[in-house]
């Protein structure tokens, strides 16, 4: 069974930089379109950044220009580089396939902004 580990949270201040890291335990990252997606207490979890086989992206609203999706799939990774890091920023972030999530769910890495 594929595993996804999300590697790279902490907590950072408003306006610094993460850069989040999902690895698979196969190579799955160049067969399907994957996203990063997040959670946060009492919400819903929510699509925030995707990319498609050919490097195509798209992203939520909240996150346009200030978070950068890309994928290694010589090391099955997908990454999530956020910058300007906003206090609704904070969440527990899960990557998965999209748009339906056929692995597993990961433990997620926890993103913690201060004001």
């Known amino acids: 069974q594929v595993r996804l580990v999300e590697s790279g949270g902490g907590l950072v201040q408003a306006g610094g930089s993460l850069r989040l890291s999902c690895v698979a335990s196969?190579?799955?990252?160049?067969?399907?379109?994957m996203g990063w997606y997040r959670q946060a207490p009492g919400n819903q979890r929510e699509m925030v950044a995707v990319?498609?086989?050919?490097?195509?992206?798209n992203y939520e609203e909240s996150v346009k220009g200030r978070f950068t999706i890309s994928r290694d799939n010589a090391v099955h990774t997908v990454y999530l580089q956020m910058n300007s890091l906003k206090s609704e920023d904070t969440a527990v972030y899960f990557c998965?396939?999209?748009?339906?999530?056929?692995?597993?769910w990961g433990q997620g890495t926890q993103v913690s902004v201060s004001s």
């Open positions: 998965n396939t999209y748009p339906a999530h056929i692995l597993p």
């Open positions: 990319i498609n086989g050919v490097g195509g992206t």
């Open positions: 196969e190579s799955i990252t160049n067969l399907y379109t």
